[in-house]
T-cell receptor, first 113, second 113 residues
Framework: DQQVKQNSPSLSVQEGRISILNCDYTNSMFDYFLWYKKYPAEGPTFLISISSIKDKNEDGRFTVFLNKSAKHLSLHIVPSQPGDSAVYFCAASAFSVGDKIIFGKGTRLHILP | GAGVSQTPSNKVTEKGKYVELRCDPISGHTALYWYRQSLGQGPEFLIYFQGTGAADDSGLPNDRFFAVRPEGSVSTLKIQRTERGDSAVYLC???????????FGSGTRLTVV
């Protein structure tokens, strides 16, 4: 039973445009959400996170939006750059009870020149 | 070291053999996590240590898998009687006492032939 779902296995976006990666979750106990980025042959690296008490968190070109009522979050990358081509994992945790992080299957983002 | 170190980076073993995978976390990180990533999937939780003790081992798939962290630093994931289905990238991560996101190592790619 997938608690964190990324329904788009891949996404192609023109360089300079906005990339929007989507994620849905089913567990209402999740209170902390994260995005990780992964290049081939490397471990996932932390990108940005958001607590359930917020609906938006911005860090440079990256913004994460959280819609708790819809159990949906999204990552926006503006403007998209060639180095953004990677696999992006959405993840969630019941952080307030010290629980582990659960990951989605990932979305492979291709930035086109 | 500055990051999470995992050795070996690659391991090929014959079906039925025993393997040990090592993780050296970031100094001072009390929490250590093992995940497994199969092709096309996101990281799947295996076990979590807080200090020397396993706080949550609910993700270990069966009793062929075991992990230790005897001094609260380095951890070893042990797999007995390996099967072809154990082939995956095994990821280790650590986090500071304040929690939040993890820092992952580059992983050990295990191939059982």
């Amino acid at each position: 039973d997938q608690q964190v779902k990324q329904n788009s296995p891949s996404l192609s976006v023109q360089e300079g445009r906005i990339s929007i990666l989507n994620c849905d979750y089913t567990n209402s106990m999740f209170d902390y959400f994260l995005w990780y980025k992964k290049y081939p042959a490397e471990g996932p690296t932390f990108l940005i996170s958001i607590s359930s008490i917020k609906d938006k968190n911005e860090d440079g070109r990256f913004t994460v939006f959280l819609n708790k009522s819809a159990k949906h979050l999204s990552l926006h990358i503006v403007p998209s750059q060639p180095g953004d081509s990677a696999v992006y994992f959405c993840a969630a945790s019941a952080f307030s009870v010290g629980d582990k992080i659960i990951f989605g299957k990932g979305t492979r983002l291709h930035i086109l020149p | 070291g500055a990051g999470v170190s995992q050795t070996p980076s690659n391991k090929v073993t014959e079906k039925g053999k025993y393997v040990e995978l090592r993780c050296d976390p970031i100094s001072g990180h009390t929490a250590l996590y093992w995940y497994r990533q199969s092709l096309g999937q996101g990281p799947e939780f295996l076990i979590y240590f807080q200090g020397t003790g396993a706080a949550d081992d609910s993700g270990l798939p069966n009793d062929r898998f075991f992990a230790v962290r005897p001094e609260g630093s380095v951890s070893t994931l042990k797999i007995q009687r390996t099967e072809r289905g154990d082939s995956a990238v095994y990821l280790c991560a650590s986090s500071s006492p304040g929690g939040g996101g993890y820092t992952f190592g580059s992983g050990t790619r295990l191939t059982v032939v």
